[in-house]
Nanobody, 122 residues
Framework: QEQLVESGGGLVQAGGVLTLSCAASGRILTSNAMAWYRQPPGKQRELVAVISSGPRTWYTDSVKGRFTISRDNAKNTMYLRMTSLEPEDTAVYYC????????????????WGQGTLVTVSS
């Protein structure tokens, strides 16, 4: 069964750097656009960054200039490098495979990872 597995979360101080990884099995990574979502405590899941096969990228305003999404098709892995981390970035981060079309990302419900927790202390 094709799946996505996130890793790299942890506890970091404000201003710190963390890189998340999303390992994909099968052809998920090469056949789809990929995205990172996050769900802060007590809040809804939100889209953070998208990378298409182009690769085109998109970021939500709150992370522009601080986060970088990338993909390594040879390693079947997607990354999210997070710098200048803020306590507001504390969340469970999920990767997803989907479709990116006309500036909108459509997540595929079958392609969610289990999530990795990022905690940023002030």
């Amino acid at each position: 069964q094709e799946q996505l597995v996130e890793s790299g979360g942890g506890l970091v101080q404000a201003g710190g750097v963390l890189t998340l990884s999303c390992a994909a099995s099968g052809r998920i990574l090469t056949s789809n656009a990929m995205a990172w979502y996050r769900q802060p405590p007590g809040k809804q899941r939100e889209l953070v960054a998208v990378i298409s096969s182009g690769p085109r990228t998109w970021y939500t305003d709150s992370v522009k200039g601080r986060f970088t999404i990338s993909r390594d098709n040879a390693k079947n892995t997607m990354y999210l490098r997070m710098t200048s981390l803020e306590p507001e970035d504390t969340a469970v981060y999920y990767c997803n495979a989907g479709v990116y079309s006309s500036g909108k990302y459509y997540p595929q419900p079958d392609y969610w990872g289990q999530g990795t927790l990022v905690t940023v202390s002030s």
